[in-house]
């Protein structure tokens, strides 16, 4: 990959994931809602900062014009950003709000702007969405965090199967516990995964890893931890037995 852009690649997997192409030669646009850390990552890999906030169409919009100015295009683009709040269905319509903005609309504004440009081009084009293990299972504690991201695996399988062909490698990153700010902050406000999630946390270098190594191939799931296939093929196979599981894990965490 020679043009590379990573959103939320202040910190955590998103600035693994930009050193790592920049180290592999790429030339890479850091974009994160804080300024300080864009441009801290840009600087460290010799690449280039663009701040905003991925749940603005505006600043997407502007990311990706930037993009073409100084790179020429976009061969990769890494939908990265995304947020945790915990809580249960009470939690206010301002959160659910903003999470829906960040994990599921911040990947809808990347593909507005950029299927114009990158379809039928005659080239393939690649589109990573960081969704989390949390799409294709869920994540117990946090609901609105459960609800969007099995949105955004919604969405990225849909783009996967409506554009395949006409150029658009779509791959959906699903991560369980990454040593990150957000999953401190989940065990912070007392995410009744966050615990387990810890026990198996890995490191962002690790995913970064995984990615690069999945990038070689075209399969739509990139699983850093390979359990996670497993648990998906039984919550499929088996809903019943799944949901038991799960509300037993919820019942120890309130016990």
Known sequence: MKRVVVTGAGGGIGAALARHFAGAGAEVIVSDIDP????????????????????????????????????????????????????????PDEIWGRDWAVNVMSHVYVTRALLPRWLDQGESKRLLITVSAAGLLSLLGSAPYAVTKHAALAYAEWLRATYAHRGLIVQALCPQGVRTDMLARGGDRASASAALLAESAIEPDEVAATVASALEGESFLILPHPEVADYYKLRAADPDRWLGGMNKMQRAFES
């Open 36 to 91: 300080d850390a864009a441009q801290a990552v840009a600087s460290d890999i010799g690449g280039l900062a663009v701040p905003g906030d991925a749940a603005n169409e505006d600043d997407t919009r502007r990311l990706i014009d930037t993009a073409w100015n100084e790179l020429g295009g976009i061969d990769l683009f890494c939908s990265n950003a995304g947020v945790l709040d915990a809580g249960d269905q009470t939690v």
